[in-house]
C-alpha cells in the first residue's frame, strides 16, 4: 500500500539556499518546456514530444552551468508533470498550464530517487543536499519511493514521503443500505449525515476569517514594491496558514470521527464541483470558505485505508429542494428555510438532514443493480497530493502542482 508522510524539516542557511536554487531551476524548466511547446507548435503545427524536450534539456544542460548544480532527476520530474498538465488540459481536466513565478506562495521540488533517511539522528539526505534536520513526528514502515520538498509562505519547509508499507489494502466492505450514511457539507452546519448528526461550523473559523480579510485589505492599501507591502504580505501569509491549518484539524477530526468511530462502512457524499460553483454560484464566498474540498479528500483516503466506501453522487442533484419520504421536488426553497416541509406528503423534517438522506438514496441506486459499472469506491479522487504521488511513485508520471 503506498501512503504519503509529511515532514517539517529544518535546513541551515546553505541548505535553504540550495532548495532556493533547486525551486527556481524546477521552475525555470517547467516555463521552458511551456514555451518551448507553444513556439514549436505556432512554427510546425506539431507538438514536441516529452522525449524531445528531454533531450533538449540534457543538451542545455552541458551549457546553462546553472543547471548543473541542482539533481538532474528533479529536473526531469519537472518535465513529467509538465506533460501531465498539458494532457490534462487535452482532455478537459484542466486550465491549460501557466507559467510559474517565484512570487507564487508555495515552491516544491521533487525527488524521485536516491532519499535517505537516517532515523537515529533525525537527519534526511537528498541528492545534493545532505544531513537536512528533520522532525520524524511519527514513524513508518516501508521503502521510500519519492519526496517532494516544499516551502510554504510563511518560509517553513515540508517533505512528504512516499512510502510503499508492507501492509495491503483491505478489502472493501459490501455496500449495505443499513450501514449506508449520507453526509449534507453546509454552510451554518459544516457536516450534517442522515442519521441527524451535525458538526457545526465552529467560531475561531469566523474569528480566523475575519483576520484574514483585515490582512488582506491593509495588504492592498499598501504601496507595490513597497517594504510595507512585503511585510503585509507576510502577515497576509501568517494568518491564513493559521486558518488552513484549522480547517484541515477539524476536516481531519470530522472524517476520522466518522471513518474509525462508527459502524458505518460506506459514506455518501455530493461530488462537489467547487470550482464550477464557486464561480456561478451566490454563496461563493461561503462555499470558499468552508474547507470542503479538503474534508472530502481527508474522508477519502481514510475510508480507503480502512476499507469502507464513499460514494460521489452526481453533482446537480438537487438534494435540498427534494422530499426525502415521496421523491416530491419543491420549485423554491430559500436558504433561510431551516425546516422542509412537504406539500404532498406533508413530511416535516431538518433541512439538512433530509438533504442527506436523499443523497444516500441516490448514492444506494446509484450503485444498485441498474448500475453496475458503477465503483462505490472512488480512488482516483482519493486526495490530489496523494494520488500525484502514487502515480508518480509508481509508474514515474506525475503531475503535482498542488
Ligand atoms: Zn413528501
Redesign the pocket.
Known amino acids: 500500500m503506498l501512503k504519503v508522510y509529511k515532514y517539517r524539516i529544518y535546513p541551515n542557511a546553505s541548505q535553504r539556499q540550495a532548495f532556493t536554487s533547486h525551486f527556481g531551476c524546477v521552475r525555470w524548466v517547467y516555463n521552458w518546456a511551456l514555451e518551448r511547446r507553444q513556439s514549436h507548435y505556432e512554427e510546425k503545427n506539431t507538438t514536441l514530444s516529452r522525449r524531445e524536450l528531454q533531450d533538449e534539456l540534457v543538451a542545455l544542460k552541458k551549457k546553462l552551468s546553472w543547471l548543473r548544480n541542482v539533481n538532474i532527476q528533479s529536473l526531469l520530474a519537472t518535465l513529467i508533470n509538465f506533460d501531465i498538465a498539458y494532457k490534462r488540459f487535452f482532455k478537459k481536466q484542466a486550465k491549460f498550464p501557466r507559467f510559474k513565478s517565484k512570487y507564487d506562495g508555495r515552491q516544491s521540488y521533487q525527488c524521485p530517487q536516491h532519499v535517505e533517511l537516517d532515523v537515529d539522528n533525525k537527519l534526511i539526505n537528498l541528492p545534493k543536499i545532505k544531513c537536512i534536520k528533520i522532525k520524524l513526528h511519527r514513524k513508518f514502515l516501508g521503502e521510500i519511493k519519492t519526496c517532494t520538498v516544499s516551502r510554504t509562505p510563511t518560509q517553513k519547509y515540508y517533505i512528504s514521503i512516499l512510502v510503499s508499507t508492507p501492509e495491503t489494502e483491505p478489502v472493501a466492505y459490501k455496500v449495505v443500505p443499513d450501514k449506508t450514511l449520507g453526509i449534507d457539507l453546509g454552510i451554518k452546519d459544516f457536516v450534517i449525515t442522515s442519521s441527524g448528526d451535525k458538526e457545526p461550523n465552529h467560531k475561531y473559523l469566523y474569528k480566523s476569517q475575519r483576520r484574514l480579510k483585515s490582512a488582506q485589505r491593509k495588504f492592498f492599501k499598501k504601496v507595490k514594491g513597497s517594504s510595507n507591502r512585503a511585510k503585509a504580505r507576510n502577515k497576509v501569509a501568517k494568518v491564513y496558514e493559521k486558518l488552513t491549518n484549522q480547517r484541515r484539524d477539524r476536516a481531519h477530526k470530522v472524517s476520522a470521527r466518522l471513518v474509525y468511530k462508527s459502524h458505518d462502512t460506506s459514506f455518501a457524499i455530493e461530488d462537489l464541483n467547487v470550482q464550477g460553483m464557486m464561480k456561478n454560484h451566490k454563496l461563493a464566498k461561503a462555499i470558499g470558505d468552508c474547507g470542503w474540498h479538503f474534508f472530502i479528500k481527508a474522508l477519502q483516503y481514510k475510508s480507503r485505508w480502512s476499507g469502507k466506501n464513499v460514494i460521489m453522487i452526481d453533482r446537480w442533484f438537487p438534494s435540498s429542494k427534494t422530499?426525502s419520504?415521496?421523491s416530491?421536488v419543491k420549485a423554491k426553497l430559500s436558504l433561510s428555510t431551516r425546516t422542509y416541509e412537504?406539500e404532498?406528503?406533508d413530511?416535516v423534517m431538518d433541512r439538512d438532514v433530509n438533504a442527506a438522506i436523499n443523497i444516500k438514496k441516490v448514492a444506494l441506486l446509484q450503485i444498485g443493480p441498474g448500475r453496475p459499472e458503477c465503483k462505490p469506491v472512488d480512488h482516483a479522487m482519493a486526495g490530489t497530493a496523494v494520488s500525484s504521488l502514487v502515480t508518480h511513485g509508481a509508474k514515474q508520471e506525475a503531475a503535482t502542482r498542488a
Open positions: 422530499c419520504q415521496c416530491n412537504c404532498q406528503c413530511m
